[in-house]
């Protein structure tokens, strides 16, 4: 009986567990035991896999905690935990069977204390200075009168309210607002995607490309503004090539944003003022360089004026300047008859004298001679050589004339194309075209009508359709006519 009663082999009947069994009991009693939980610690080794998964580990000064964070908790981070940083995560304690570790799955991380923020926002600040972000030679310089001006901040805050009022009161100008969140973990990516979204505007598009970028945000303590020390805003900032001021802030506060900005201004009011000169100083200054302008003119004219009388006390009478010409013309007008008489003698004397020389027995010799020298060259010519040349010439003739014929022929048919691709371009960007879409033209009294207060001010008009023109405005029945052949391309369509 005792047999059948005692266990020979002790633990003989314990229960047997299989390994994927225990690692899930184990997951369930500490998934049980702890639920959501927060550590702190400094941040140990960081490792981002190819997936997108971020694995770093947490400790103090005797144990490491591994740490896990998904691909798609990274976006809600409002801090990425970065190695020697003392921070606080939050998440789930969970096991991993396969190899028999357990680890903490966080979804929210923050710096642990102030001074490690401050810590933080060194070793950030060394990093990007290193990188040359901060150099002056790279800093772009504002334009003086921008025509837009884009403002990325919360159009709910004063912020904005402060800076519309003072462009209006200085320099009124069209301002673009994108907003965004100015503290919490959007703020960052936000104020990024604005920066880039503005560079990324085109002149002449729909939406107006801004001259000028001013990234606003009002005062706060060191965590409200930290969105503006994140490294994705800071290289934002520097690579915008629209000028950028920062105005984060009060004026004690500083944030990375900055450092790499083209300007910054200590308040958001003051960075309205470094946007845009003040237009009652600009319209006195432009008044007061005309007036000297003004002066500047007259003063020359007169200084000219009693220049050119002071000269002209040292010139001569002009009475007296044409005495001595006028005794020279008379002294040559009584030698001129004389000359001319003594000039008719002397050629008559000449013609006698060469004259004599002359017989007809000379001048019949030379004949003579001229007419044997004749016969000998007549007798050397030959009409052959003449015909031949005249013949190859006459070919010659020939083929230009066919190579001319096909030239001027191939030239007009491409002229011909060419007009007719010409014509066809006329009638696709003709204003009849648009006409056909629905649009008219509007004329008064022969001239073109584009606005409102234009039409106003005329009592008839005459609008242009595509299959006439209709007159408004007159007695009786208005009367369609087909529009005139020689009508503009251009005018008010509608």
């Given at each position: 009986m005792s047999d059948l009663l005692d266990d020979p082999i002790p633990g003989q009947n314990t229960p047997e567990y299989t390994v994927s069994e225990i690692s899930g009991e184990v997951k369930r009693t500490l998934e049980g035991s702890f639920g959501?939980?927060?550590?702190?610690?400094?941040?140990?080794?960081?490792?981002?896999?190819?997936?997108?998964?971020?694995?770093?580990?947490?400790k103090d000064d005797r144990n490491v905690l591994s740490c896990t964070t998904w691909k798609g908790q990274i976006s809600g981070l409002s801090v990425v935990p970065e190695e020697g940083l003392e921070v606080i995560v939050t998440g789930r304690l969970t096991a991993f069977g396969a190899q028999s570790k357990y680890n903490l799955n966080v979804d929210e991380v923050s710096v642990a204390g102030q001074g490690a923020l401050m810590a933080l926002l060194e070793k950030r600040k060394k990093q990007l200075e290193a990188e040359g972000l901060f150099a002056p030679e790279r800093k772009k310089p504002l334009p003086y009168l921008p025509q837009i001006i884009g403002v990325v901040t919360s159009p709910s805050g004063a912020v904005i309210r402060d800076i519309l009022h003072r462009?209006?009161?200085?320099?009124?100008?069209?301002?673009?607002?994108?907003p965004v969140a100015v503290q919490?973990?959007?703020?960052?990516?936000?104020?990024?995607?604005a920066i880039d979204g503005f560079n990324q505007l085109r002149p002449g598009g729909a939406l107006p490309r801004p001259d000028l970028i001013i990234v606003a945000r009002g005062g706060g303590s060191i965590e409200d503004l930290w969105g503006f020390n994140e490294e994705?805003?800071?290289?934002?900032?520097?690579?915008?090539?629209?000028?950028?001021?920062?105005?984060?802030?009060?004026?004690?506060?500083?944030?990375?944003?900055?450092?790499?900005?083209?300007?910054r201004a200590p308040t958001p009011t003051a960075a309205a003022e470094l946007a845009v000169p003040v237009r009652m100083e600009l319209l006195a200054w432009t008044g007061e360089q005309g007036a000297r302008l003004s002066r500047a003119a007259t003063?020359?004219?007169?200084?000219r004026t009693q220049?050119?009388?002071?000269?002209?006390?040292?010139?001569?009478?002009?009475?007296t300047l044409l005495n001595t010409p006028r005794q020279r013309l008379d002294l040559i007008a009584d030698r001129l008859t004389p000359a001319l008489t003594r000039g008719v003698q002397n050629r008559r004397l000449q013609v006698v004298e060469m004259s004599a020389h002359l017989r007809p027995s000379t001048l019949r010799s030379l004949v003579t001679t001229r007419q044997e020298s004749l016969r000998n060259l007549s007798s050397r010519l030959s009409l052959r050589p003449i015909q031949r040349e005249i013949s190859q010439q006459q070919q010659s003739l020939a083929r230009l004339g066919d190579r001319m014929s096909t030239a001027q022929t191939t030239r007009l048919d491409r002229l011909q194309q060419l007009l007719e691709s010409t014509d066809r371009l006329r009638e696709t960007l003709s204003y009849k075209a648009t006409l056909e879409r629905g649009y008219a033209v509007v004329r008064a009294d022969g001239d073109l009508i584009t606005t409102k207060a234009q039409a106003a001010k005329h009592s008839a008009l005459e609008i242009e359709f595509t299959d006439g023109i209709l007159s408004t405005g007159t007695v009786g029945k208005p009367t369609p006519r087909k529009p005139k052949p020689d009508a503009p391309d251009q005018g008010s369509l509608f």
């Open positions: 959501r939980i927060r550590v702190r610690g400094e941040v140990g080794r960081v490792f981002k896999a190819r997936s997108g998964h971020l694995y770093y580990d947490i462009l209006r009161d200085r320099f009124p100008r069209k301002v673009l607002i994108w919490g973990a959007n703020c960052a990516p936000e104020v990024a995607r994705v805003v800071a290289r934002a900032a520097a690579t915008s090539d629209i000028p950028l001021i920062s105005a984060v802030g009060h004026e004690t506060d500083t944030t990375l944003i900055d450092y790499v900005s083209d300007r003063d020359s004219v007169q200084r220049r050119l009388r002071d000269l002209s006390r040292a010139l001569p009478r002009p009475d």
